[in-house]
């Protein structure tokens, strides 16, 4: 009879000396102080890192007290790691002159890492339009790519799509915003940097910025000019009309210099006085508030005056 030694298999060394507990802690996550060199920011990262004085604040408290809450990054195949979320930290860090900062390292793919990422950012109290839409963007990608996979667990990266569902319903679910308002926002990232960026300042309200997306990228860059020339921004109803023409196929520099130079309703109902033309008039310890009360006493006076002589 042949022996059946060569069947057993013997528990190493270290298989027999560990507890479930200590295997278990192997399992878990572990918080590990990385050098901020090695860290790089996540690709196409939607968020600005700006040294604001929000900035300065967290760069203080972390030379003070250190970074509280651990970044979260994947390993990177060229080297290093890639920041998932905690983008502002390393910054901050790095104005703070920490040479590391903790980080929990995890295996993600591209789409369950950027849905952390945008989840991670998109709790701020302010987002610029263009960070909102490209988060909303990348975030809405990652999910339709996640809805035609069955691996997925809602463990990983949250609730995985039902059928029939629509991941724009869901990320509206999420976010507490509207799936149109999604859409809108989503939208915006059609427009051409420089564009893009006029809405970030409020030079162009959400919803002219809206339309002007439809606009052909050709068409964005002549419209740019044309704002410069004619130093004005259009409303809601130009931007609609520009829109009409450019599907129409009638949109030239001529017709929006036209457009742009028209009198909007609003120039039309306001009067407006600068500063250096009311200031010769009072002196000059008068604040901009104290002047506007003084011109709207003395308004009020000689419509008193002008009604006595009228009834007269």
Same mark, same amino acid.
């Given at each position: 009879m042949k022996s059946s030694a060569k069947k057993v298999e013997l528990a190493s060394v270290d298989d027999l000396f560990s507890t479930e507990e200590s295997r278990a802690d192997a399992q878990r996550e572990k918080v590990? &102080?990385?050098?901020?060199?090695?860290?790089?920011? /996540?690709?196409d990262?939607? /968020?600005k890192v700006k040294d604001d004085e929000a900035m300065m604040e967290t760069a203080d408290s972390i030379r003070q007290y250190g970074v509280l809450v651990p970044a979260i990054a994947r390993p990177d195949p060229n080297g290093g790691y890639e920041l998932v979320a905690g983008h502002r930290r390393h910054r901050a860090s790095e104005l703070a002159g920490k040479d590391t900062m903790p980080v929990i =390292? $995890?295996?993600?793919?591209?789409?369950?890492?950027?849905?952390?990422? =945008?989840?991670?950012?998109?709790? $701020? &109290?302010?987002?610029?339009?263009?960070? $909102?839409? /490209?988060?909303?963007? !990348?975030?809405?990608?990652?999910?339709?790519?996640?809805g035609a996979r069955a691996d997925l667990t809602c463990g990983q990266v949250?609730?995985?799509?039902?059928?029939?569902?629509?991941? $724009?319903d869901l990320l509206a679910a999420q976010t507490g915003d509207s799936a149109r308002n999604i859409?809108?926002?989503?939208?915006?990232t059609e427009l051409i940097p420089k564009l893009l960026d006029m809405v970030d300042e409020k030079k162009i309200a959400f919803n002219p910025a809206y339309e002007l997306? /439809?606009?052909?990228? &050709?068409?964005? =860059?002549?419209?740019?000019?044309?704002?410069?020339?004619?130093?004005?921004t259009p409303s809601l109803s130009q931007a609609q009309r520009l829109k009409k023409l450019s599907?129409?196929?009638?949109?030239? !520099?001529e017709v929006m210099r036209a457009i742009l130079g028209e009198e909007k309703k609003s120039d039309l109902d306001r009067v407006t006085f600068t500063s250096d033309t009311l200031r010769k008039y009072f002196p000059k310890s008068y604040t901009p508030a104290k002047m506007q009360e003084t011109i709207i006493k003395l308004l009020e006076q000689w419509q008193r005056k002008r009604q006595q002589q009228q009834e007269r």
């Open positions: 590990l &102080e990385i050098p901020l060199t090695e860290l790089h920011p /996540f690709k990262h939607p /968020f =390292v $995890r295996d993600l793919d591209d789409d369950a890492a950027t849905i952390i990422m =945008v989840d991670s950012n998109l709790q $701020r &109290e302010s987002l610029l339009p263009s960070e $909102r839409a /490209f988060a909303y963007k !990348m975030k809405l990608d990652a999910m339709n790519h996640q949250g609730h995985k799509l039902q059928a029939g569902q629509k991941s $724009r859409q809108r926002y989503i939208r915006l997306s /439809f606009l052909k990228k &050709e068409e964005q =860059v002549q419209l740019l000019d044309a704002l410069e020339s004619e130093q004005a599907q129409e196929g009638h949109l030239s !520099m």
